[in-house]
């Protein structure tokens, strides 16, 4: 089954081109933060996190990068392959507080 | 595959009605979470479950409960069913009580249909 959420934005990328999609957070406290990528008939899985404390964080093919003047996060992925087409959630956290908000989603197509 | 198992895959029942969806998390993990994603209000907390007892409470309603047992299966118990309730229900585990990202692991969900 297709993830959840037919009305989402979009975002079409060709295959081998960097892609960035954009996320604004609610809650200014936040400590933590988080990129899941749910691909058709799964469940979110885990790409990369990233404190508070911290702005840019890298990982293999993906950076993160967080504003916490606007209340933004962004996740960069390079290189895009057809495998990356999915919908991509940001999620945050304060810490004590285990309830994990996570942000409407952006749908990634990759353009072969 | 994530190890986490969720049963049923799929299921339709009417307005009104019970039913329970069950989770086995993966070995060894001591922690459950329960989300429910909508069309209207995308991926929701609803409840978490570390070691057999409730450890944080999101927005779920009144008419759900959830449980988790010694064998740290958990069961989410979804009554006086409405059309609204249609949903896919995930469960998560982790081996710890507070959240780290990179050791939650989800299941491939329950859909719910309510007709």
């Known amino acids: 089954g297709e993830s959840v959420g037919l009305h989402l934005p979009t975002l079409s990328v060709q295959e081998g081109d960097n892609s960035i999609i954009n996320c604004a957070y609610s809650?200014?406290?936040?400590?933590?933060f988080i990129w899941y990528k749910q691909e058709s008939g799964k469940g979110p899985q885990f790409i990369i996190d990233?404190?508070?404390?911290?702005d840019k964080r890298q990982g293999q093919r993906v950076t993160v990068l967080l504003n916490k003047t606007v209340k933004h996060l962004s996740l960069q992925i390079a290189a895009t392959q057809p495998g990356d087409s999915a919908v991509y959630f940001c999620?945050?956290?304060?810490?004590?507080?285990?309830?994990?908000?996570f942000g409407t989603g952006t749908r990634l197509t990759i353009i072969p | 595959d994530s190890g986490v198992t969720q049963t049923p895959k799929h299921l339709i029942t009417a307005t009104g009605q019970r039913v329970t969806l069950r989770c086995s998390p993966r070995?060894?993990?001591?922690?459950v979470y329960w989300y429910q994603q909508s069309l209207d209000q995308g991926l929701q907390f609803l409840i978490q479950?570390?070691?057999?007892?409730?450890?944080a409470k999101g927005n779920i309603l009144e008419r759900f409960s959830a449980q988790q047992f010694p064998d740290l299966h958990s069961e989410l118990n979804l009554s006086s069913l409405e059309l609204g309730d249609s949903a896919l229900y995930f469960c998560?585990?982790?081996?710890?009580?507070?959240?780290?990202?990179?050791?939650?692991?989800f299941g491939e969900g329950s859909w719910l249909t309510v007709v």
């Open positions: 999620a945050e956290l304060l810490f004590g507080n285990e309830k994990l908000t």
């Open positions: 809650n200014s406290a936040s400590d933590y």
């Open positions: 990233i404190r508070s404390n911290m």
């Open positions: 998560a585990s982790s081996p710890h009580s507070g959240f780290t990202g990179n050791t939650i692991y």
């Open positions: 070995s060894g993990d001591l922690s």
């Open positions: 479950y570390y070691n057999g007892e409730e450890r």
